[in-house]
T-cell receptor, first 112, second 108 residues
Framework: DSGVTQTPKHLITATGQRVTLRCSPRSGDLSVYWYQQSLDQGLQFLIHYYNGEERAKGNILERFSAQQFPDLHSELNLSSLELGDSALYFC???????????FGQGTRLTVV | GQNIDQPTEMTATEGAIVQINCTYQTSGFNGLFWYQQHAGEAPTFLSYNVLDGLEEKGRFSSFLSRSKGYSYLLLKELQMKDSASYLCAPGGSYIPTFGRGTSLIVHP
């Protein structure tokens, strides 16, 4: 158990819908990262938050947004969903920038 | 940006030693991570190299040469459970950035 909790574990939704994925980092970790992993693809970095502030953006679509709350949990919002958005979405946290990141078990999103 | 090159797939025999190479080009290098990922599961941290040289941790060791943009992960005394993907992740700007990884298949 990495200490990072993601909910829900599985999500099935229709095209055009909007979903929210939730991540609770390890206790005390200030950094939260979101990654997308499509079938047989590598982990694609989406966005990084540090202590409530957005610090870096990767290949994140405009239909996607995220935030980190004062209690350090984070949410990833995906809207106007398309079939191609079906993937595993991982959240990871680290105590400080540049330290080892611990991954949650992921949310498997299926868009039908 | 980041450019990461690892072999797509490797096979090895139980009990053997295998070396997984990784070359990278990145801006703002802050160290290199290795992660292990079993299919459908979360990546788990294996090692982190900031300085040049070899870091040993049990059956796994990791090497880094910053001037060459090169790292390798060495796995000794291979076990069947080591069958997984191994992800090299340069930490540019403090963010682990992953390639597609190397799928290692360990057979009896």
């Amino acid at each position: 158990d990495s200490g990072v909790t993601q909910t829900p574990k599985h999500l099935i939704t229709a095209t055009g819908q909007r979903v929210t994925l939730r991540c609770s980092p390890r206790s005390g970790d200030l950094s939260v990262y979101w990654y997308q992993q499509s079938l047989d693809q590598g982990l694609q970095f989406l966005i990084h938050y540090y202590n409530g502030e957005e610090r870096a953006k990767g290949n994140i679509l405009e239909r996607f947004s995220a935030q980190q709350f004062p209690d350090l949990h984070s949410e990833l919002n995906l809207s106007s969903l398309e079939l191609g958005d079906s993937a595993l979405y991982f959240c990871a946290s680290s105590a400080e920038k540049g330290e080892e990141a611990f991954f949650g078990q992921g949310t498997r999103l299926t868009v039908v | 940006g980041q450019n990461i090159d690892q072999p797509t797939e490797m096979t090895a025999t139980e009990g053997a030693i295998v070396q997984i190479n990784c070359t990278y080009q990145t801006s703002g290098f802050n160290g290199l991570f290795w992660y292990q990922q079993h299919a459908g599961e979360a990546p788990t941290f294996l090692s982190y190299n900031v300085l040049d040289g070899l870091e040993e941790k049990g059956r796994f060791s990791s090497f880094l040469s910053r001037s060459k943009g090169y790292s390798y992960l060495l796995l000794k005394e291979l076990q069947m459970k080591d069958s997984a993907s191994y992800l090299c992740a340069p930490g540019g700007s403090y963010i682990p950035t992953f390639g597609r990884g190397t799928s290692l298949i360990v057979h009896p």
